[in-house]
């Protein structure tokens, strides 16, 4: 290092989803909610895994309507699907399924004769 400072202002331009708040020195990015102090830095974050993930998965959610989960991205859904406790409410829901046809039909008989 030569032990000298550089103090420039780079021109940034800041995706919607970035609020400068009152105080130019405090940038944020409200989709991660991280709060930064300078527009290099922000522009940094931008660029990262974390935020592109995050903005990709945006307004994305995975539900599964049985067991009143929702979760953010298609692996969290699928770890789910995996689990014991919604196999075990899948199980269930299949027996009361099974049962509720059982109960509601007469019973058909089929009599075969040979000859």
Known sequence: MSGEFHNSIEDVKL???????????????????????????LQRHLEGRRHKMKAERKGKTFICEMCDVVANSEIQLNIHLNSIKHKNKLSKKEQSDFSTISTNTAGIWILVFCA
């Open 15 to 41: 995706p919607e989803n970035v609020a400068e708040e009152t105080d130019k020195n405090n940038l944020s990015c409200e989709l991660c909610n991280v709060k930064v102090t300078s527009a290099k830095i």
